[in-house]
């Protein structure tokens, strides 16, 4: 696999995964800051430019950025990898 592959497929399997947990019924899910009651789950989302991934309420603009460790990709080999494709990064 490419590196450049490499580093996206890590961004796209964390998302799925926090997918995962998010629809698992034995773990705690991501909520809404905002209203944790009546708003949806915390979705993810990449930003594009840092690289992060971003949790988002679909129904409010609530965001959340400290995603817990286990769901988050490798931040340093990601901006590495973002380093080596001349993709600029914001920080
Ligand atoms: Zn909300």
Do not use: W
Request: aromatic share 6%; glycine share 4%; hydrophobic share 30%.
């Amino acid at each position: 696999m490419k590196f450049k592959e490499s580093v996206l497929y890590e961004l796209l399997k964390k998302c799925k995964e926090i997918n995962g947990h998010q629809k698992n019924p034995y773990a705690h899910p991501l909520t809404c800051g905002n209203n944790s009651q009546d708003h949806a789950l915390l979705v993810p989302m990449l930003n594009t430019q840092n690289f992060e991934i971003v949790l988002i309420c679909p129904d409010c603009d609530y965001k959340q950025t400290n995603v817990p460790r286990h769901l988050m990709p490798d931040r340093e080999e990601c901006r590495k990898g973002f380093e080596k494709l001349g993709i600029p990064i914001k920080v």
